[in-house]
């Protein structure tokens, strides 16, 4: 986006205080580093190697993100078949961080949700005897 001035730098504090307001979020760890998960689905992971954070997010919307804005957001090869998208400390702003978290949030809560098995389905498509 033309408009960055350079100012913006997300802090890990700041990324934590966003996510614990939501909703049964809580801090874990995802293969040693710190993360947030509800429900035991991760929705953010921080990526200190390379200043970014992974969040949860659609292909095809990550798809949209990276081609709007590449040097904030961006993949690599590991999480190419997976629903996350890598965000770059250094330039995303607060708010666009805030709409991250809460989108990551309403896809994992939409995970949780339980799902009728077909054959449940079915029973309850058939009339009465």
Known sequence: M?????????????????????????????????????????????RDDIGALVVRMSIEDRQELIAADPETYFIIDHYLNYPYILVNLARVQ??????????AWKSAAADKRPKARSADRARRRRPPH
Not at 16 to 34: C, F, H, I, Q, W
Not at 94 to 103: E, I, T, V
């Open 2 to 46: 033309g408009d960055w001035n350079g100012d913006w730098n997300m802090t890990f504090e700041a990324i934590r205080k966003m996510a614990l307001a939501l909703d049964n979020v809580e801090e874990a760890t995802s293969y040693g580093t710190p993360a947030f998960k509800v429900g035991g689905t991760m929705l953010a992971r921080l």
């Open 94 to 103: 607060p708010g666009a961080m805030r709409d991250l978290l809460r989108g």
